[in-house]
């Protein structure tokens, strides 16, 4: 078991910048890759921004640019830097952990996730 925590969200202006910040404990070790997703009212949780094992980063073409992926291993903490914020930002924004395994012959993942941090952009 993989338990996380999310920490860093708040009220920002547009164009402002928030770093969320999530804490993991547990089987870290099983995890082969971390990410932030986000979901706003009335919207299907869509994916922000992800990073492997060997740090390999990969971003929605809405954040590109603007948000920034980031771990610290020696803390099991990963990061998500938030600049020029919009207001369609606003979301809830939770942390995720990907344990990729084989059950038997058919690759599965097992994923956790935080409970999610509120981030609003509003002036």
């Known amino acids: 078991q993989v338990q996380l925590v999310e920490s860093g969200g708040g009220l920002v202006q547009p164009g402002g910048s928030l770093r969320l910040s999530c804490a993991a404990s547990?089987?870290?070790?099983?995890?082969?890759?971390w990410g932030w997703y986000r979901q706003a009212p009335g919207n299907q949780r869509e994916l922000v921004a992800t990073?492997?094992?060997?740090?390999?980063?990969s971003y929605a073409v809405s954040v590109k640019g603007r948000f920034t992926i980031s771990r610290d291993n020696a803390k099991n903490q990963v990061h998500l830097q938030m600049n020029s914020l919009k207001s369609e930002d606003t979301a809830v924004y939770y942390c995720?952990?990907?344990?990729?395994?084989?059950?038997?012959?058919?690759?599965?993942?097992?994923?956790?996730w935080g409970q999610g941090t509120q981030v609003t952009v509003s002036s």
């Open positions: 990073i492997s094992s060997g740090g390999i980063t």
């Open positions: 995720n952990a990907r344990d990729s395994f084989m059950a038997g012959i058919i690759p599965s993942v097992r994923d956790y």
């Open positions: 547990g089987r870290v070790f099983d995890i082969d890759s």
